[in-house]
């Protein structure tokens, strides 16, 4: 009996080119498991770590790497890793968020930066986008929330929430000045000292 008798009627596939299609998609299925994202991990918390590797492992085209408690821990495993996604409490170090932000660029140039924080001030979120973090959420935010931000990540875009995104947007509206606070601007502009802004009469005009 040779492989075409064990062909289907009709057109069907023979048990055989089964088995080979079931290989193949095995295959690809480890192809694709093999193209996701390494995410690690830098936050001091144990419990919210935990929850992050949980919420990292549970997520289509991302595969948890390591936990880094340390600024050096971080940088070793974002190095090892290459290209890679960094989830990390900007507080881990002890510098601020600019030479942090500098520091990872500088030892792990493959690294996009996701930032997670319990500070997201405007001025934070300014500071985060000028030295190329690709998101930015807050230890609170949602599962849902944190998911969105690593894989926008893992596509090289970029992700604020949307109350983040309007907090950023509301602070760079100038505010309407008072009579006083033009007052004040126009004698300065002119180069006259602090102190004889100070005493001007509120009437002043």
């Known amino acids: 009996m040779n492989d075409r008798s064990a062909e289907i009627p009709g057109g069907g596939v023979s048990f055989q080119h089964q088995a080979l299609l079931a290989s193949l998609a095995d295959e690809q299925d480890a192809a694709e498991a093999g193209r996701a994202v390494t995410v690690i991990i830098g936050v001091a918390s144990p419990a919210l770590l935990c929850s992050l590797e949980s919420l990292v492992s549970g997520t289509e085209g991302l595969a948890f790497g390591c936990s880094a408690p340390t600024t050096d821990r971080l940088l070793a495993c974002c190095m090892e890793a290459g290209d ?87 602070s760079f509206v100038s505010r309407d000045l008072t009579p006083r606070e033009r007052n004040a601007l126009a004698v300065l502009t002119r180069g006259d000292c602090n102190k004889l802004i100070s005493s001007l009469h509120p009437n002043w005009q």
């Not at 000028?130 to 090289?156: C, D, H, Q």
């Open 84 to 170: 890679c996604i960094a989830l990390v409490d900007p507080a881990l170090g002890p510098q601020g968020l600019r030479a942090f932000m500098q520091l990872l660029r500088m030892m792990a140039a493959g690294v996009r930066v996701v930032l997670i924080s319990d500070m997201n001030s405007p001025h934070m979120l300014r500071e985060a986008i000028r030295w190329g973090a690709s998101g930015f959420v807050e230890k609170t935010a949602p599962p849902a929330e944190i998911r969105a931000a690593l894989v926008a990540a893992a596509r090289s875009q970029r992700y604020l929430s949307p109350r983040m995104a309007e907090d950023l947007a509301d």
